[in-house]
């Protein structure tokens, strides 16, 4: 079982902070970044079959890494609008259920 799948059986959920994941790690390029292969959910034709790990998109320190949350998702949308593999729409899906699963996997009660 592949380190994904597990993760996606165990229900384990991911958050990510893109500008910080590219400057501190070895991810290049914002397009590069891992959250599209740890969820494809409204991104893939297959959407019942890729993979559909939880995850969220966060900032980290925003005083060392000069961002927001507000940026953070406008980043991760104009790549993938520019990227050319996924329609507008495919990736405002994507974007809505990335938002909405940071919701299912916080710690507050709403």
Known sequence: MSEIADRADRDIAIETPPTSNLKITDVSQYIDH???KFNQYYLSSDSEGGNQISVSINTD??????????????????????????????????????????????????
């Open 34 to 36: 891992p959250i599209v």
């Open 61 to 110: 320190d925003q005083g060392v890494f000069g961002t927001s949350l507000e940026k953070e998702f406008s980043l991760m949308s104009l790549v993938l609008e520019q990227d050319g593999k996924y329609p507008r729409e495919a990736v405002y899906q994507w974007l809505d259920h990335v938002r909405e699963m940071a919701h299912w996997c916080s710690f507050l009660t709403l």
